[in-house]
């Protein structure tokens, strides 16, 4: 009985700890050349971040990503903004990432994660997957999936966590 209570008391505490996490894992991944790069590095001088899975064989991600670059340059005027892409292509395709993202000239950072260890430690399962993290790195706000127009409600969200404001 001892055991059985000792057990449920690290479920728990387990439990606790993984649900309060709202900051971003520290995952290594790679850049589009193939570097290292720690995800706990992800830094915006106190702005806000928008994360987003990805993959080149995902319409609605390439879709959203596209949508999001029409207008990337004035929600960083407006904002301070930055956009991180994280293309889920596995280590098969992860070659044609930096080719792909070239074509479509966005000037977002990306990175890739083959092995899929970022993707697990964010509870990613499907793509497209979004994130906004505050201008402290928490996570306040995500959604999966895309519809044309959602890029619209994306920025007035980011409106707010730029103005320091709580999203309800």
């Given at each position: 009985?001892?055991?059985?209570?000792?057990?449920?008391?690290?479920?728990?505490?387990?439990?606790?700890?993984?649900?309060?996490?709202?900051?971003?894992?520290?995952?290594?991944?790679?850049?589009?050349?193939?570097?290292?790069?720690?995800?706990?590095?992800?830094?915006?001088?106190?702005?806000?971040?928008?994360?987003?899975?990805?993959?080149?064989?995902?319409?609605?991600?390439?879709?959203?990503?596209?949508?999001?670059?029409?207008?990337?340059?004035?929600?960083?005027?407006?904002?301070?903004?930055?956009?991180?892409?994280?293309?889920?292509?596995?280590?098969?395709?992860?070659?044609?990432?930096?080719?792909?993202?070239?074509?479509?000239?966005?000037?977002?950072?990306?990175?890739?994660?083959?092995?899929?260890?970022?993707?697990?430690?964010?509870?990613?399962?499907?793509?497209?997957?979004?994130?906004?993290?505050?201008?402290?790195?928490?996570?306040?706000?995500?959604?999966?999936?895309?519809?044309?127009?959602?890029?619209?409600?994306?920025?007035?969200?980011?409106?707010?966590?730029?103005?320091?404001e709580k999203i309800?």
């Amino acid at each position: 009985m001892k055991q059985i209570c000792v057990l449920v008391g690290t479920f728990i505490t387990f439990l606790g700890v993984n649900f309060s996490q709202n900051n971003i894992p520290a995952v290594t991944i790679q850049d589009i050349k193939g570097g290292s790069f720690n995800t706990a590095e992800l830094q915006n001088n106190g702005k806000p971040i928008i994360i987003s899975f990805w993959a080149t064989w995902c319409k609605p991600c390439v879709a959203e990503l596209t949508a999001i670059a029409e207008n990337y340059a004035d929600w960083q005027k407006e904002t301070g903004v930055k956009v991180v892409a994280i293309s889920i292509d596995d280590a098969r395709n992860v070659a044609k990432v930096e080719p792909f993202v070239n074509g479509k000239a966005w000037e977002y950072e990306v990175y890739c994660d083959p092995n899929g260890d970022f993707k697990r430690a964010m509870s990613v399962n499907t793509v497209p997957h979004t994130f906004l993290l505050d201008g402290k790195g928490n996570i306040v706000w995500q959604h999966n999936s895309y519809n044309p127009g959602d890029e619209d409600e994306l920025l007035e969200l980011v409106k707010k966590v730029s103005k320091g404001e709580k999203i309800e």
